[in-house]
């Protein structure tokens, strides 16, 4: 959603270690990412301040679990998005996030998934808001390397018109 | 006569129908995935797909390098190396457009081949109006293989329509082997068979009476169990003749009529038209009602105006109405018919008896306290222009004790033949009235064994049955009797066992004859006879009085052997013999062999003899004489005449996906001359049967026995 | 040399429904035979019977066989088809559908066309008969348990 740009971002997590000379903190144990409606869910955050004061977030989960996330989405009243990925990439400055290997992103009208993507590289600009997917998490598609599903459902009459 | 490429019956069709609408999947609501190496958009606008993109929908699947949903129309765009499938149809493009909730859409510049008549071909675009219609822009149309098939139809617009199982093509132009042969305006065929309305493929043709033919049939397809087909044909020497022919299938009824006229014959200066007519109607569950009327305008429209040999044969055109009361265990039957004699003056024939009208009761019980018993009583009015007529009654009750085991049966039987006549239109001095009344008594009795055995290899079960028939009935004058309906029936092993040698009621023939059989029968373990040999023999303890049109009396006793079925899985064949004992003469024969190695192999031999009338010789077959070539070929020789009396030849071409036929016929069609006609048939798989003159598959297949269009799988 | 009185008929199935009117000769005469024949109930209704006889088609064709040299027609094949196949209410199929085909021969001349009416009748009502005692063999060798 637009508004969230405007909104501070915040970090909590079970501990939490800072290395003054690097400013890198890393949170670690339920790492929850909040900002305005976008919320994630993680196993440890690694965050990188820049030097005009923008933090870089790589969140990793669990080994065999999940990093989610769920935020409102602009044109209508109940739309949401969500998803889950082995990793994940989030940029205060370019609002760009970017969910790696295995990652599924669902697009929801109420309770009622509209779209769907499953794929190694699914990312999110929320200021352009595009959307990009890769078959390969190293952000560039490789030829013959598997690729990614989008489901599409049906419109139902009310989408419709 | 109009040629479609499979005059189905309408409940093949109305089957074919209600099958093709249930298997449409219901794609509207299925999910559309689709996969791809690389994808970007913006949510709920669109998303661009690249790289290996495939999108499924239900049961459209689209390949293509590049793609483009929009959310908005709900729609696909794709790009580079474009395959669709869709209903097992598979087109290749440059690009394509689906349309998600209404799978309609278009593909550019597409390679198209469809899976139901795997029929190909190339356009500009085809354009999916929905789930079974599709229309194709400039393209081609064949059920050839291959990038330069045999023939091809280029059209404007060709619409193909899987629902309703048919294309239109329109501004068409047909191309065989490169050369255009047919441009039509529009033309419509079957995607699978079914009927559709539409013109049908024109017919050249040609006849030594009447010229150069040409006609150009439409068929109305008004409903599916309604159909009306017009054939206006242009006869270069007679003028324009119009036909219509009229088919109708309703819950208790159906029929078929059919009509030709042509005014003013340019030959004869006459109008010429010809009518057949045949209906059967359940008025009411028990009251059926019949009518078989045929009419012609002269007395040559047959042989000038037709070229099958079915029609031209026939000189007597019946024209019958008749009602049909059915009874718990009795019926009654109230009919009007007589026969216009179409006449050979080279050969005159006399005119048959009208009946007008006759009345017809039938009443039989069986089991009633072990006896069956049956009545029959029929009044009818003969009229005839010229010789005597008549009202006659006949009574005929019957009775009979059948004492019936698995193993033998023993049936006797009295009945009592009792007749009057009122006659009119008689010479002055002929009595008017004559009454007769013969009873006749019968005893059938027989005896079936049974034993296993084999018959080439294969195990069999053999039956041997013995029969004894006696029937005695007193002799009658019946000399001075009028012969409304009375025959000599052929003597044959239906009527070796009944009791009158007459056929009809005016005759009753006088007997004391046994009549002894032995029939064999070798039956498969499934229940089919194999084969069947059977002799018979009548003896007459007393010569037989009376005669019909003093043929004269039939000799002491007549032998009677026959013999039918399967000798080898590839050769079967029956014979029949008569021989007159006190002669030693065959009075009746026919041997027939037919050797079939595989489908569309056969030879048929076959020798027919009836003293003093018929000796023919009769060799048919369809052979293949070369890579795609069959022969096939028909000759009905008469011994008698030494001459070909019904002949026919012709030869087969079979490609891949056409076929070409051409047969030359020659039959007799009286004493003097014959009818000669050539035809040429160019049968293009899945799409229509153009030919010259008469459609040659009915006469080959009436012709020679076994014979299948090589066309057919 | 083997031969013995051939015994009883005896039908795989105890009920039998025909899909023949009775108005229709050919279903009058198969009734009467399968009911003199003992053991097996003709039922009124379909679903009543053990097993049904779905009459597939019942034609019957009368074709030249040849002309003399006036080209006028001296004889004719008389046809009789007879295709059926045997199921239960359900459906499962007991004897895939098979035709049964007769033919007999009949001479013809113009001058007796009333009389050859009736012979044709006669000839059609002894294929009737023939056709009869054919269905009944199949129906005795039936495999009730496919």
């Known amino acids: 959603e637009k508004a969230d740009s405007l909104k501070e971002m915040t970090i909590e997590a079970d501990q939490f270690l800072n290395n003054g000379k690097t400013n890198v903190s890393t949170f670690s144990g339920d790492v929850v990412v909040v900002r305005g409606t976008l919320k994630v869910k993680a196993e440890k955050a690694v965050v990188t301040k820049s030097a005009d004061e923008f933090q870089h977030v790589v969140l990793t989960a669990k080994p065999g679990a999940k990093i989610s996330f769920r935020q409102k989405r602009d044109g209508g009243p109940d739309l949401w998005v969500e998803g889950e990925s082995e990793k994940a990439e989030y940029d205060e400055k370019t609002e760009f996030v970017k969910f790696l290997s295995k990652a599924q992103i669902r697009y929801l009208d109420g309770s009622k998934v509209t779209q769907q993507q499953e794929g190694e590289f699914l990312s999110y600009d929320s200021k352009n808001d595009v959307f990009v997917g890769v078959n390969s998490s190293s952000g560039q598609s490789v030829s013959g390397g598997g690729r990614i599903k989008t489901t599409i459902q049906p419109r139902t009459e009310k989408q419709a018109n | ?713 | 040399c083997g031969f013995t009185l051939r015994g009883p008929v005896s039908f795989p199935f105890k009920s039998i429904y025909i899909g023949l009117s009775d108005a229709s000769p050919l279903g009058g005469e198969l009734k009467r035979q399968i009911r003199a024949n003992g053991q097996t109930l003709i039922t009124a209704e379909a679903k009543d019977a053990e097993v049904i006889l779905d009459v597939l088609s019942e034609t019957r064709e009368k074709q030249i066989l040849s002309l003399n040299s006036q080209g006028r027609v001296r004889e004719y094949n008389l046809l009789y088809n007879f295709r059926f196949r045997l199921r239960d209410a359900v459906g499962k199929e007991y004897l895939e559908p098979v035709t049964v085909q007769l033919k007999r021969t009949i001479t013809f001349n113009e001058a007796q066309v009333l009389a050859k009416e009736s012979e044709e009748a006669l000839l059609y009502r002894d294929m009737q008969s023939d056709l009869v005692q054919q269905i009944m063999r199949r129906l005795s060798v039936v495999k009730m348990d496919q």
């Open chain 2, 1 to 713: 006569q109009a040629q479609t490429t499979a005059s189905r019956t309408f409940e093949e069709d109305l089957v074919l129908r209600q099958k093709s609408n249930q298997t449409k999947a219901d794609d509207k609501n299925a999910p559309t995935t689709v996969q791809s190496e690389r994808l970007w958009g913006r949510p709920e606008r669109f998303i661009h797909f690249e790289n290996d993109v495939e999108v499924v929908k239900g049961a459209t699947t689209m390949n293509a390098d590049k793609a483009t949903y929009r959310f908005l129309e709900d729609e696909v765009d794709a790009e580079g190396k474009v395959s669709l499938q869709r209903n097992g149809d598979c087109y290749k493009g440059d690009s394509a457009r689906i349309q998600l909730d209404s799978s309609s859409g278009n593909v550019i510049n597409p390679v198209y081949k469809l899976l139901r008549n795997n029929a190909q071909g190339k356009a500009e675009k085809i354009d999916f109006i929905d789930e079974e219609r599709s229309v194709i822009h400039q393209g081609t149309y064949s059920s050839c293989d291959g990038l330069d098939p045999d023939w091809y139809l280029r059209a404007e617009t060709l619409d193909l329509d899987t629902g309703l199982d048919k294309g239109i093509a329109s501004k068409s132009v047909l191309y065989f082997l490169g050369t255009p042969i047919l441009a039509t305006p529009s033309l419509t065929f079957p995607l699978s068979g079914a009927r559709h309305s539409g013109f049908l493929p024109p017919v050249f043709g040609a006849s030594s009476k009447g010229g150069a033919e040409f006609a150009l049939p439409y068929y109305f397809n008004i409903a599916p169990n309604r159909d009306l087909t017009l054939y206006p044909k242009v006869i270069s020497r007679r003028g324009l003749q119009l036909g219509a022919e009229g088919r109708y299938l309703g819950e208790t009824y159906r029929g078929e009529t059919s009509l030709e006229g042509l005014n003013n014959d340019r030959v004869t200066n006459t109008n010429r038209y010809a009518l057949t007519s045949v209906h059967q109607q359940q008025l009411l569950p028990e009251l059926a009602l019949n009518w078989n009327l045929n009419y012609a305008s002269d007395d040559n429209y047959p042989s000038d105006f037709s070229n099958s040999i079915t029609k031209t044969s026939q000189r007597l055109l019946l024209r019958d109405i008749n009602f049909t009361y059915t009874g718990s265990f009795w019926n009654l039957n109230l009919r009007a018919s007589n026969y216009q004699v179409l006449q050979d003056y080279a050969a005159p024939i006399d005119r048959p008896y009208d009946r007008l009208p006759q009345l017809q009761f039938h009443a039989e019980q069986h089991d009633v306290k072990g006896f069956d018993w049956s009545a029959d009583a029929m009044l009818t009015r003969f009229w005839h222009p010229t010789q005597v007529r008549g009202d006659r009654l006949v009574l005929n009750p019957q009775v009979s004790f059948p004492m019936v085991e698995p193993g033998y049966f023993v049936v006797p039987k009295v009945s009592l033949h009792a007749t009057t006549y009122q006659l009119s239109n008689i010479v002055p001095g002929q009595d008017p009235n004559f009454h007769r009344v013969v009873p006749t008594f019968s005893v059938d009795s027989g005896l079936v064994f049974e034993r296993q055995s084999s018959l080439l290899g294969k195990e069999v079960t053999q039956t041997l049955e013995p029969r004894l028939f006696y029937v005695r009935t007193p002799y009658r004058e019946q000399s001075n009797f009028p012969n409304f309906d009375s025959g000599v029936a052929d003597f044959n092993f239906a009527q070796i066992f009944s009791e009158n040698r007459f056929t009809g009621q005016d005759r009753i023939g006088d007997a004391n004859q046994i009549t002894a059989a032995l029939v064999s029968r070798y039956i498969e373990m499934d229940g089919e006879e194999r084969l069947k040999l059977a002799l018979g023999q009548r003896f007459y303890f007393n010569t037989q009085r009376v005669t019909l049109d003093n043929v004269n009396s039939p000799s002491r006793s007549d032998l009677l052997l026959a013999a039918s079925g399967k000798v080898s899985p590839t050769l079967s064949a029956d014979a029949a013999l008569q021989l007159n004992q006190s002669t030693h003469q065959s009075v009746q024969a026919s041997y027939g062999i037919r050797w079939q190695p595989e489908v569309k192999k056969i030879l048929n031999l076959s020798y027919r003899l009836q003293r003093d009338t018929l000796k023919q010789l009769d060799i048919s077959g369809q052979w293949p004489i070369a890579n795609r070539w069959y022969a096939v070929g028909r000759s009905n020789y008469s011994l008698m005449d030494k001459r070909v009396v019904d002949g026919l030849v012709g030869f087969e071409y079979k490609a891949d996906c056409w076929s070409l036929r051409f047969l030359a016929q020659r039959f007799a069609v009286n004493s003097t001359n014959n009818n000669s006609g050539f035809s040429i048939q160019l049968e293009l798989n899945g799409l229509a049967r153009l030919g010259i003159g008469n459609n040659p598959i009915e006469a080959l297949k009436r012709n020679i026995s076994g014979y299948q269009p090589i066309s057919e799988r």
